[in-house]
């Protein structure tokens, strides 16, 4: 009998890695379906667990405030990137998982989503707030394309939330203005998303593409995996729309963009410095990428070569490039600290955000938003 026990315990065990690997032999046509699973590290930052250490690295777990640990903030010179001795300057902070998916608004401002709150914020230079969408279910990353249309990616509720309507909140991409209305929160097979969409970027064309875990594409017939095997998190185009990034732990990966949906050419593009994972990603008009990570944002010309980093007051999660003329880098730090430098813990994830801005050489594309 305990023989027999043993045995269904380590079948049940084995069955997720069994199915997985059966769903990604079987070629693009089974991967219609949700068979795309995250693991355990990418599970637990499915569910926001970004907290105020490294970027992406795991969750926060609530307990005695650790230690600060000194950064080195001196910033050295990055030709066309950033000048010597540059500051940081910190903007905004709020407690909660606060602000996330940072992109440029039209005006110089930035828009942030936050997700606790089923907020898209507004932000300027000086930290003044405003509301730019309201009642924004669950909204935890934000795109915009050519034509300037907003798209958010919503998130089903963490466990220990305390919204009244909680069980109505869904997997879903979305286009938020204009005008409001549903890309997709279905798999193609019509089956509910299963999946809490991380970060995204909008195409052009109607549709998305976003991250968690594996690479997926968001269209009117619901959303399909169109790369696994990777574990992605960051997510941005070439300035010219052709060439698709993504973070790949630590590495970047490039695809060539066919179509709406439609990538080839997956190949290794570039690598992080060693132990850092990438996040937020952003490219400059000279087809620069920015990556953000826990010692910065680290910076890759667009052949791939790795041209430094520009040290951040804390871990980072999102970066884009705004003010008037797009010259100056925003970032998003994981975590906020109260009057007394004691770590913010809000909300289901026990954690805060901090919005800096630095001024630098480079300048952010023209023609998109991001």
């Known amino acids: ?59 926060q777990v609530p307990g005695p ?49 936050q997700e606790d709150y089923d907020t898209v914020l507004k932000i300027d230079a000086n930290g003044e707030t405003s509301v730019a969408v309201a009642d924004a279910k669950g909204v935890g990353a934000l795109s915009m394309d050519r034509q300037g ?24 991409i979305t286009m938020l203005a204009p005008e409001r209305m549903t890309i997709a929160d279905k798999w193609a097979n019509g089956t509910t998303l299963t999946v809490r969409p991380n970060d995204l970027a909008a195409d052009s064309h109607g549709g998305a593409y976003f991250t968690l875990g594996c690479l997926y594409y968001a269209g009117p017939k619901g959303v399909t995996v169109v790369a696994d095997n990777i574990r ?82 804390r871990g980072i999660i999102s970066v884009a490039f705004a003010g008037p003329d797009k010259k100056t880098l925003f970032v998003i730090g994981g975590g906020a600290d109260d009057e007394n430098g004691q770590p913010i813990r809000q909300g289901p994830q026990q954690t805060a955000a901090t919005i800096y801005k630095l001024p630098v050489i480079a300048q952010g594309l023209k023609g998109r938003a991001k």
């Open 149 to 172: 249309r907003l798209y958010g990616a919503h998130r089903t509720e963490r466990p220990g939330s305390t919204k009244p309507d909680k069980e109505w909140i869904v997997n879903a």
């Open 232 to 313: 992605t998190n960051g997510i941005a185009f070439s300035p010219d729309d052709r060439i698709l990034y993504v973070t790949n732990g630590g590495s970047l990966v490039a695809f060539d963009v066919e179509g709406p949906g439609m990538l080839t050419n997956r190949r290794d593009f570039a690598m992080l410095s060693v132990g850092s994972n990438g996040d937020g990603t952003a490219v400059d008009s000279k087809g620069r990428l920015y990556v953000s990570s826990n010692p910065g944002v680290q910076v890759f010309d667009k052949t791939g070569k790795y041209l430094g980093v520009i040290p951040t007051p």
């Open 1 to 59: 009998m305990r023989l027999k026990i043993v045995f269904v315990i380590l079948s049940w065990l084995s069955a997720p890695a069994f199915f997985l690997g059966r769903a990604l032999a079987q070629g693009p046509a089974a991967r219609q379906a949700p068979t795309c699973m995250p693991t355990a590290e990418q599970a637990a930052q499915a569910f926001g667990a970004r907290g105020g250490g490294p970027a992406g690295q795991g969750q």
């Open 65 to 113: 405030a650790a230690q600060p640990v000194p950064r080195n903030l001196t910033i050295t010179a990055i030709p066309g990137v950033v000048a010597a001795g540059g500051k940081w300057t910190k903007v905004w902070q709020e407690g909660g998982n606060s602000a996330d998916g940072i992109i440029p608004d039209k005006d110089g401002s930035v828009l942030v989503a």
